[in-house]
């Protein structure tokens, strides 16, 4: 049995702003809050308000500006970085840090140091500002960049070939990626990261040569610039990077992910704050059932040592300094800080070859109230105390790399060799990894990989569009697809050409199956899991997906660069749209901006567009990847260009807006101060708008807007579903579940105009449903008897109630009209959580337009 561990406990916490110009001061104060346990942050069903205005910051932001890092060329590669505009602003100030617009000239300067210091632009943020990639590395010939490019392809593609390559054992330069600020108000990674360059391109001693002549190592210098300057968790779009790596929606995340695929890095660290003492993964169980875990494991937890002891080595105590004793989840702790959804940095970059990756929570809390209420000299104490603490991690990880260099980099080949064999995992045990102490049965996380995905191609695919989107999201993680030249069978089944190909004897098939597998239930494993449990793509992106779990593969195909394209417009007659796919509802949406006369069909599941706006179809065809094609039906309800009033989360607003909707950010606060509603034509609401606490003229306003003809009303969650009640709309009662149940559920569709050609899963994150619907009140979507949930965590609570045979058969999404008349429709589902479960935004999408 495992070593006894303690169970994590969360807490929230908020987003707060600020910065003053002050001179740094030292002080002698105790530090850090007083818990007992590390504190977990952004978890949850997300409730952080949008806030943005009407475009979005990734609308008036350059799209992705790096299609790839340089390959050509040798190092160093030297870029003069055009500093942007001073901001007295910039909410590092206050901590005596380094602001973002001074980055930009030190690493200029840095670069004028010697020759081991590279920079390159690796991409934007969602404001526009530039992403950093630091490389320090001996200096390379071109022709000696290109032969660790042709080693690192080896390795990847040809693992079994690389482990006996001499070539590779003695000059393969092992590479190193350290991530620092994907929050923006944990602040520190940069300024240690900004030193450690520094100490690394001017030291003299034979260690750091040698360390440099083996390995290349790779500094994103902030992560999250938008959320730096302005001392939030957050990007400009609202979104929290740390949760988006299976999604990859924002480009900082993109940028990211570029970086993992090009440079392969065998060890990556990813700087957070605040926990003390210092938390250095590696993580609780349940651990990712994806992984080859075993080597993952033995370099983690020894690398973990190291930095362990390097930090503790820094003299710090808690009673002269705040500062307590740095541990390790695996080791000291049962359950509650996981490695379990690959959609924190860490763990998705074992996918993409790390055998070790690891959170570093560095002590002293500098951020939220700390923030705001403790002096500037304690602010900056506690600042410089955390960078030396983040310093220490890196140099210790650096030293782990270079003792350990023909171990780490067998170990990655072995990882990739395993995929490409279609060889089963090695559970872990103090056998299969000696030298870990305190592994049991509850470590053990395992898969069965099948042979072959498939996604098909004609009648078999339900929406070519989502086929498409999911193909090349494959393709951009480094999975390798092949398109069907010609038509065959696979496990008694009948494909056509076209249809793609994920053969699953391939190097990075753990990242795969994390993307397309159904995932699996985890309830009964632990009481507690840190973020989301269940993602399924293959389930919630919209594409049918046939899973082949043995058999020979016998396909004529060949390598997907890019999915083919899927627009079509039909020659002659009217023209006929479905509404099933976010880029559908965006291709309407931008119909109608041009005042193109569009008509809901009678089943409420398409638009029929008139022949004369076939041109401009045709755009939007090739723009989105949809399908116009012919039909004669007149349609019965036109439909108009859709203004939304939306109190929801930053994830909500983003994805109502990649529909093409016009979104208004309300909110208590925003309707109390008087809003003019003839801006809006639907009520939004899932968090931030509590009926009780409007003032009576808000309140007024606001059934005005419900009493007048063409409003309608949507909402989603706990909240708006208590929304619903305190404004008296739908005669329903609601039922929660437990607040931190999540994953993917079995429902069932009514097929009426909210949900007819839906998939028959969906995304619940505290789920709802509702039951005694009152009169007029119909069932759009219910809950899947039996057990609903396919893959998550969702328990009943302590006193047996909440859990998901309660909600099984209960009405998951429901319609009706007010008293007045106004059409309202309430979720209690998470159709667009954080942007992911494309495949069912098309519901919200459908109810927005009444």
Do not use: C
Not at 196 to 221: F, I, M, W
């Amino acid at each position: 049995m495992g070593m006894p561990r303690t169970v994590l406990l969360a807490t929230a916490s908020s987003v707060v702003t600020g910065a003053l110009l002050l001179s740094p001061v030292h002080a002698t104060a105790a530090a850090g809050r007083d818990s007992p346990h590390p504190v977990r942050e952004g978890a949850g069903r997300d409730t952080g308000r949008d806030s943005s205005p009407s475009a979005s910051a990734a609308l008036r932001a350059p799209a992705d500006t790096a299609p790839g890092l340089r390959k050509d060329g040798g190092y160093p590669r030297r870029t003069r970085l055009t500093p942007p505009p001073v901001n007295p602003d910039d909410s590092a100030l206050r901590l005596g840090l380094a602001p973002y617009h001074s980055l930009a000239p030190r690493l200029n300067a840095l670069q004028k140091l010697g020759n081991r210091v590279s920079v390159e632009v690796a991409g934007r943020s969602a404001g526009g500002h530039e992403l950093y990639l630091v490389t320090v590395t001996a200096p390379e010939t071109a022709g000696q960049a290109r032969d660790q490019e042709r080693m690192r392809e080896l390795i990847e593609n040809r693992p079994a070939v690389a482990a006996e390559d001499r070539h590779i054992k003695a000059a393969y330069k092992t590479p190193v990626f350290i991530n620092n600020n994907i929050h923006g108000n944990e602040w520190e990674g940069t300024d240690a990261a900004l030193k450690l360059v520094e100490e690394l391109a001017t030291a003299k001693d034979a260690k750091t040569a040698g360390l440099l002549a083996a390995s290349r190592v790779h500094l994103n210098v902030t992560a999250n610039p938008d959320g730096r300057i302005a001392g939030t968790r957050a990007n400009a779009n609202g979104f929290d990077l740390n949760r988006d790596f299976i999604t990859a929606s924002q480009p900082e995340t993109r940028a990211m992910r570029r970086i993992a695929v090009e440079k392969q890095p065998a060890v990556m660290l990813d700087l957070h704050g605040y926990v003390n003492g210092t938390l250095i993964e590696p993580t609780t169980p349940p651990h990712g059932e994806n992984y080859e875990y075993d080597l993952f494991l033995k370099n983690a937890y020894a690398n973990a040592l190291g930095m362990e002891k390097a930090v503790n080595g820094l003299g710090y105590t808690e009673a002269r300094d705040g500062v307590r004793p740095a541990m390790i989840p695996f080791r000291d702790e049962t359950e509650g800080w996981d490695d379990w959804p690959p959609v924190f940095t860490p763990q998705y970059m074992p996918f993409q070859g790390a055998v070790a990756s690891h959170t570093i929570e560095i002590p002293l809390a500098v951020n939220y109230e700390e923030y705001d209420s403790l002096p500037v000299a304690e602010l900056r104490r506690r600042a410089a105390i955390n960078t030396r603490v983040a310093g220490a991690a890196m140099r210790a990880a650096l030293d782990y790399t270079r003792a350990h260099r023909a171990s780490v980099l067998a170990d990655q080949i072995e990882t990739f060799r395993r995929g490409a064999a279609g060889e089963a995992q090695r559970p872990v045990s103090e056998r299969t990894v000696p030298g870990v102490p305190g592994i049991g049965p509850e470590d053990v996380y395992t898969t069965r990989f099948p042979r072959a995905y498939v996604v098909p191609a004609g009648t078999g695919q339900r929406s070519a569009t989502a086929a498409g989107r999911l193909v090349d999201h494959l393709v951009a993680n480094d999975v390798r697809v092949e398109r069907a030249r010609k038509g065959f069978r696979l496990a008694g089944r009948s494909y056509p050409a076209g249809s793609y190909v994920v053969d699953m004897h391939q190097p990075k098939r753990g990242l795969a199956n994390a993307i397309l597998s159904r995932g699996r239930d985890i309830s009964a494993d632990v009481s507690t899991m840190y973020d989301i449990s269940g993602w399924s793509l293959g389930l919630l992106w919209g594409a049918s997906v046939d899973k082949v779990a043995r058999g020979e593969l016998k396909i004529d195909g060949r390598a997907v660069v890019a999915a083919a394209p899927t627009g079509q417009v039909a020659r002659h007659g009217d023209l006929r749209l479905r509404l099933d796919d976010p880029k559908e509802l965006a291709a309407l949406n931008a119909l109608l901006a041009q005042g193109v006369a569009v008509r809901r069909s009678a089943d409420g599941g398409s638009a029929v567009v008139p022949g004369s706006a076939r041109g401009r179809a045709a755009v939007l065809a090739d723009r989105y990847g949809v399908a116009f094609r012919a039909t004669k039906e007149p349609g019965v309800t036109a439909l108009g260009r859709t203004r939304v009033a939306a109190a929801v989360s930053a994830g909500e607003s983003f994805a109502l807006r990649e529909m093409g909707f016009d979104v208004v950010p309300v909110s208590t606060e925003v309707l109390n101060a008087g809003f003019d509603w003839s801006k809006a034509d639907v009520l939004f609401v899932s968090t931030g708008l509590e009926h009780a606490k409007l003032t009576p003229a808000a309140r007024s306003a606001l059934n005005g807007f419900l009493a007048r003809r063409g409003a309608n009303v949507v909402a989603l969650g706990p909240e708006g579903a208590a929304f619903n009640t305190a404004a008296g709309l739908l005669a329903v009662r609601a039922a929660e579940g437990n607040g931190d149940a999540n994953g993917v559920v079995r429902v069932v569709n009514s097929g009426s105009r909210i949900t007819s050609g839906a998939p028959a899963h969906t995304f619940v994150y505290a789920p709802v449903w509702f039951t005694d619907l009152g009169r007029g009140v119909r069932a759009e979507q219910s809950y899947a008897a039996g057990n609903p949930l396919v893959a998550g965590h969702w328990r009943a609570g302590a006193d047996g109630k909440g859990g998901p045979k309660d909600a099984a058969g209960k009405a998951s999404v429901v319609s009706g009209r007010t008293e007045r008349g106004t059409p309202v429709v309430l979720f209690g589902t998470e159709p667009l959580f954080r942007d992911h479960p494309k495949g069912v935004f098309a519901q919200v999408g459908r109810a927005l337009l009444g």
